[in-house]
């Protein structure tokens, strides 16, 4: 149970579904682990493919997923973002940054 400011918050419970490229397999099982020890009551579906096939089961297949990860940023701004960036890039005071910085920075100054 969590407590927050007096506020009595149930554990979290549930599915997380992870789309991760192949070669970050490693690390996300050593994650998972983690995040399972800390919250148990969260049942981690993580599938690992090529950065290109996890973004296709999302725009294409319209599969739910919560995390994704690609390990070439290219894929978020080519296949996830299409036309997001291209919109915002211009607005980005951020010069020769990638574009996954441009998009996180346009999002957190919004």
Request: charged share 25%; proline share 5%; net charge positive.
């Amino acid at each position: 149970m969590f407590i927050s400011s007096g506020i009595i918050c149930a554990e979290p419970r549930g599915r997380l579904i992870v789309f991760h490229a192949g070669s970050l397999s490693i690390p996300f099982k050593e994650m998972g682990e983690a995040f399972t020890k800390k919250y148990p009551g969260v049942k981690i579906q993580r599938e690992a493919a090529g950065s290109r096939t996890c973004a296709r089961k999302i725009t294409d297949l319209k599969r739910p997923c919560d995390v994704m990860a690609s390990a070439d940023y290219t894929v978020i701004q080519n296949l996830l973002l299409p036309g997001l960036y291209q919109k915002l890039k211009d607005k980005c005071p951020l010069r020769n940054v990638s574009s996954a910085t441009c998009l996180s920075w346009c999002c957190l100054t919004r």
